[in-house]
């Protein structure tokens, strides 16, 4: 298995705090992505890095952050949690463009 | 704009069937397709494709595509109630730097 891990794996939280999730690869892959999957919609992408300190917004990416201070972590931020942020949240690491990704064990995330 | 379509979106096969599973795409640079199974955590890898006519197999699991019609299968043959999970396709965009999801089609195999 890819050295690939999130944490936490699950957390509850209230509308409207801060909350961050982190993904710790020890693969050395360039590229780092976050997806939420909920029912009738599959994977999307929030946000991806490319390398460290460069990140780039994909198609869910408003109400989150991401950073990428170092090649092994990349944390994912939500400002101020709402109830629609309630999913399964994905960390996947790539070892560059068009290579295939692997994903971490995901982590369940509840705004109460 | 990139887009992935999978069908159907669910499926219910008894075991030793063969099924077939479709993904179409829209795409602006085709680079590949993948295939990922997913039970109740991770999507694992199966298949990443990249050229047409040509089949990817593994055991039961086998796939190819078609870039004139933009599509690929997934075909898993004897299926087995182990095959139950969520069948995912994917492409890595116009840049190759993401993969864009269908919605999955879900397979359960009953015994």
């Known amino acids: 298995d890819a050295g690939i891990t999130q944490s936490p794996r699950h957390k509850v939280t209230e509308t409207g705090t801060p909350v961050t999730l982190r993904c710790h690869q020890t693969?050395?892959?360039?590229?780092m992505y976050w997806y939420r999957q909920d029912p009738g919609h599959g994977l999307r992408l929030i946000h991806y890095s490319y390398g460290v300190k460069d990140t780039d917004k994909g198609e869910v990416s408003d109400g989150y952050s991401v950073s990428r201070s170092k090649t092994e972590d990349f944390l994912l931020t939500l400002e101020s949690a709402t109830s629609s942020q309630t999913s399964v949240y994905f960390c996947?690491?790539?070892?560059?463009?068009?290579?295939?990704?692997?994903f971490g064990q995901g982590t369940r995330l509840t705004v109460v | 704009e990139d887009k992935v379509v999978q069908s159907p979106l669910s499926l219910v096969v008894h075991e030793g069937d063969t099924v077939t599973l479709n993904c179409s795409y829209e795409?602006?640079?085709?680079?590949?397709l993948l295939w990922y199974k997913q039970e109740k955590k991770a999507p694992t890898f199966l298949f990443m494709l990249?050229?047409?006519?040509i089949e990817k197999k593994s055991g039961r699991l086998s796939s190819i595509l078609d870039k004139k019609e933009l599509f690929s299968i997934l075909n898993i043959t004897a299926t087995q109630t182990g095959d139950s999970a969520v069948y995912l396709c994917?492409?890595?965009?116009?840049?190759?730097?993401?993969?864009?999801f269908g919605a999955g089609t879900i397979l359960r195999v009953k015994s």
């Open positions: 994917a492409h890595p965009g116009e840049y190759g730097n993401k993969l864009v």
């Open positions: 693969e050395n892959h360039r590229y």
């Open positions: 996947a690491i790539s070892e560059n463009r068009n290579t295939e990704a692997f």
């Open positions: 795409v602006t640079n085709f680079r590949s």
């Open positions: 990249t050229s047409s006519g």
